[in-house]
């Protein structure tokens, strides 16, 4: 047993010291070094072979090369804690240039796109917009539109009654005496967007509430050529110059003559559930302002005429994109929802 021996042992202490990179493992040196039947302790165990003088030198040589092992650990977890630290910090980080997630966005309703649609092409056309209530009177949504109490026409719209004298209305058509009596004598060229209300079967063609733009002009000269013109012209715009339209005779109590507007069905005219077979699907109706209906308005139909027009314009966008069944509006599933936004 010599000084050499201590040499030795703190020389091997530190390099395996050295060679630790984990926390866990700093312990099981400090057990196997400095512990009380470690390596050190083992030196100053064999202490009794010494001569007694060399004993006290012998003794705190140990001492001395035990703090330094002992100041050495220190060192080392210093070190390893240091690093530890800095790793977790790297594991947490963030990347602030990652692109984020978006919320989820809105967008417009089928319909609200589809009245949208509709109301550009007949604003460049030089139609105002005029907006009317959805709760009417009898009145309004029928009498002054040349249907009498009892007149058979009041089966086409079967009517929502809130009471005996208002309902929920049928048509944008209550729209046109609103408009007539806040213009007249003026000539007016207006649209009427809005939504209409039946009491209805549902089917894939017809639903219990839809949207219908309105379409009324009025003034000097008026004729069916100009009904008949506005009407190609806006069916050439939204669905381009090639589908084919006609106009149908048709009736309506508050147009004289009247006709009914259709386009050549999705299907292409080879006949499908949704035209019934027939290759046409109705759009709206359309006529001449009927003499009784100007007077009601407030005109003169001495001095003017006018021309009014009516259609769902759901079913009208369902032609341009070949949507096959109308219950899909209110339906709410995204998957149709999000397709025409
Ligand atoms: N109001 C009619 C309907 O809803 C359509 C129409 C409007 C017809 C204007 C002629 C003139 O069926």
Same mark, same amino acid.
């Given at each position: 047993m010599a000084h050499a021996d201590i040499e030795r042992v703190e020389r091997e202490g530190l390099a /395996? %010291?050295? /060679? !630790?990179?984990d926390l866990a493992a700093l312990d099981d040196w400090r057990v196997t070094w400095l512990g009380k039947s470690g390596t050190a302790s083992g030196l100053l165990r064999g202490i009794g072979a010494l001569a007694a003088e060399e004993r006290p030198a012998f003794g705190a040589a140990v001492n001395t090369m035990?703090?330094? %092992?002992?100041?050495?650990?220190?060192e080392r977890a210093a070190v390893l804690r240091a690093a530890a630290l800095a790793d977790e910090m790297a594991g947490d980080a963030i990347d602030v240039t990652l692109p984020g997630t978006r919320p989820p966005q809105g967008g417009l309703h089928p319909a609200t796109v589809a009245d949208r649609r509709a109301l550009q !092409?007949?604003?460049?056309?030089?139609?105002?917009?005029?907006?009317?209530r959805e709760v009417e009177t009898d009145e309004m949504n029928f009498e002054l539109l040349n249907m009498p109490k009892h007149h058979? /026409?009041?089966d086409m719209q079967d009517t929502f009654y809130i009471s005996d004298e208002v309902v929920l209305r049928t048509h944008t058509s209550p729209g046109q005496i609103r408009a007539m009596r806040a213009y007249a004598p003026e000539p007016i060229r207006i649209v009427l967007p809005g939504m209409v209300y039946r009491s209805e079967q549902v089917t894939v063609r017809s639903e219990m509430q839809f949207t219908q733009i309105e379409g009324l002009a009025i003034g000097p000269g008026i004729t069916m050529a100009d009904l008949k013109g506005t009407i190609s012209n806006f069916a050439g715009r939204y669905y381009g110059e090639d589908r084919p339209i006609r106009f149908r005779a048709s009736y309506f109590p508050f147009t004289e003559p009247s006709a009914e507007v259709d386009v050549r069905c999705?299907?292409?005219g080879e006949g499908c559930k949704l035209c019934k077979g027939t290759g046409w699907l109705e759009i709206m109706g359309c006529g001449m302002v009927h003499p009784v209906v100007l007077k009601n308005g407030g005109y003169d139909p001495a001095r003017v005429s006018g021309f009014a027009f009516g259609g769902g314009t759901m079913r009208t966008q369902m032609l341009a994109h070949q949507i096959d069944d109308i219950r899909h509006y209110w339906a709410n599933d995204l998957r149709f929802l999000e397709q025409l936004r």
């Open positions: /395996a %010291l050295a /060679a !630790i990179d035990k703090q330094a %092992l002992e100041g050495a650990l220190d !092409i007949y604003a460049e056309m030089g139609f105002q917009v005029y907006l009317s058979p /026409a009041r999705t299907c292409g």
